[in-house]
């Protein structure tokens, strides 16, 4: 009788043990429902991707946090996003930075064509040159984390860009930054976002698009384009950001803001080899099709390079404009590419 109560004693203490090392949440702990909105479509892996971080973020606060994530556009159209964040219509949003043009100055150093080797570098140097300027561009939303995709790439549909002066005349699809990179290569600028680009490819509105080519697959323009010139020494990227509401943010205790922000730190190179891998795929998707790639001669892929160089001029020009010193801004992103390109090869 006395083993058997000692052995109840036992497995008592040993239950309230355990009990309290196992972390348990407070029942009366708070929950967040957020939403989020993306223009990317469903099946896309820029889709896949902020559900993985959503999935983490929600089981590391154990429940506290959970975000809806809206595709497509459906809760706010691409370039309304990041003003939707600021007005609370969506909680969080994605989307790109060049849909509003003229808004972001400083972080737009990063659309510039420097012949990208890849995303690794421009994210790389998207999320440095928030940390070194902290610009106040973005101070009325709360920045999870910035990304960029990798080498935005010429791409048309009927006509076959093999060199610079096959451009002239083409109407070609592009935003922000890119514009006048298209400007510079003698081209027509055609304003859209990437929702819209395959119906415009297909009735002839644009003549081609300037996009990396994971695009081609993502958003299936490799149906209705039928060409890549593989103009990489003029490659440009584009910057994309994750935001939060900032009175949602504000409206988290810290160990949520931590989770929040350390998940999101992580993603950052977890975005940039989602843009390696979905461009190698694109590539592939593209050959099933009967898509030709163009590679252009070393004297030909030259001209390409040399003819963007007044757009570096035009983006130190506009910064001026906006009172920022952008000729520190640029010689510092160029500084970071060339660092980082040497890292990320």
Known sequence: MKRAFFTLCL???????LSATIPVQPADAATYNFTYSTFFPPTHIQTKVPQAWAKEIEDLSKGQIKIQIFTGGSLTPAPQIYDGVVKGISDFGLSVLAYSPGRFPVLSA??????YNNAFVATRVINELNRKFQPKEISDVHICYLFAHGPGILHTANKPVRKLEDLQGLKIR????SQLIVRAFGAAPVAMSQGETYDALKKNIADGTLVPIEALEGF????????TTLNYSSSYSQGFFVAMNLKKWQSLPPDLQKIITDVSKKYEDITAKAWGDSDQSGWKFCEKLGHEFI????????????????VFDEYVKQVKEKGIDGEAV???????????SKEYK
Do not use: C, I, R, W
């Open 330 to 340: 640029f010689k510092t992103t160029q500084e970071m590419v060339e660092k980082y």
């Open 11 to 17: 497995v008592f203490l040993g239950a309230l043990f």
């Open 220 to 227: 299936k323009q490799g149906e209705v384009l039928k060409y």
């Open 295 to 310: 590679k252009l001669s070393p004297e030909e892929d030259a001209k390409f390079k040399n003819a963007v160089k007044p």
């Open 110 to 115: 990063v659309d510039n064509p420097f012949g």
């Open 174 to 177: 592009s935003t922000g930054t």
